[in-house]
């Protein structure tokens, strides 16, 4: 199932809504990337509040997300990580510190806002 | 007897429906939210080697008693594929013959309480994992 993909100003929004399969995972880095280019978008925030497992490949899926983009010059962010899926991830022993994070979809949004030091969702 | 489960694992939907029924079971037995992501995390790993390595096999999950009536969850993950030359580096973080992290055999067996390999090449491999629930469910006290 293909994740929804929302532009909001310089900044797209991908919110996961089910399990991913891995298919899925791999489709969603196409679809950022190729959105990223489309849009000249400059921050991404993928929200994973829904996954309820991540292991190994989604973990390393992401984290290549969060390096692509930032090779075309936009930040991506992690939000929404469950406290039991953080837990798992660490036991794991998932390496996830070169990947921005936070707590949910607002403090996400704030942390790119302050990155690009300009209003974002282009209102006013 | 106890209610048995048995997922074909063929494609990366099955390994998503493997963990799912054993988030299920998890929960009928009481096990910690923790708990119950902790297992279907190491389901993942498991089945995903089958994918990766073996093509098809199969998850078996199954309700399991110790001797003082704990209860606990016995994942069995079997294929018939090339089967690992060597478990002991494969058991290590970071090795990996995939092309993947290398994390998930050594980080299954974290994930989980008890950790058994059997493997031996063209032999296929089998997994057993068992996750114990913290404390004796109500539906088997007294």
């Known amino acids: 199932m293909a994740v929804p993909i929302l532009k909001q100003g310089q900044v797209l929004i991908a919110s996961i809504q089910t399990a991913l399969t891995d298919t899925d995972v791999l489709q969603l880095r196409e679809d950022v990337m190729s959105q990223v280019t489309r849009h000249r978008s ?10 309820d497992v991540m292991d ?6 992401l984290r290549g997300i969060a390096h ?5 010059g936009a930040e991506t962010v992690i939000v929404g990580i469950q406290p039991e899926v953080a837990f798992a991830m660490v036991q794991l022993g998932m390496q996830f510190e070169d990947v921005q994070t936070a707590l949910d979809l607002e403090e996400g949004l704030t942390l790119l806002q302050a990155q690009l030091k300009e209003p974002l969702a282009g209102g006013g | 007897m106890e209610a048995e489960s048995r997922i074909a694992i063929e494609s990366d939907a099955d ?38 390595y073996a093509q098809r096999g199969e998850v078996t999950l199954r309700i399991v008693r110790d001797g003082h009536g704990r209860a606990g969850i ?10 690992i030359p060597d ?12 092309g993947g992290l290398g994390l998930g055999l ?37």
């Open chain 2, 15 to 52: 390994v998503v429906t493997a963990r799912q029924r054993a988030r299920e079971l998890a929960h009928e037995l009481d096990l910690s939210s923790t708990d119950q992501t902790l297992l279907a995390t190491a389901i993942s790993e498991v089945a995903r080697n089958i994918t990766t």
């Open chain 2, 74 to 83: 016995e994942v069995v993950a079997s294929d018939e594929g090339p089967g």
């Open chain 1, 56 to 61: 190994s490949f989604v973990s390393r899926s």
């Open chain 2, 106 to 142: 050594p980080g299954a067996r974290r994930l989980v309480d008890d950790f058994d390999i059997e493997s031996a090449p063209s032999q296929g491999t089998t997994v057993t994992l068992v996750k114990w629930a913290r404390q004796v469910p109500r539906s088997i006290r007294a």
């Open chain 2, 87 to 98: 478990i002991e580096r494969a058991l290590q973080d970071g090795y990996t013959t995939g």
């Open chain 1, 42 to 51: 400059r921050g991404i925030i993928i929200d994973v509040t829904a996954l």
């Open chain 1, 68 to 72: 692509m983009t930032r090779l075309r």
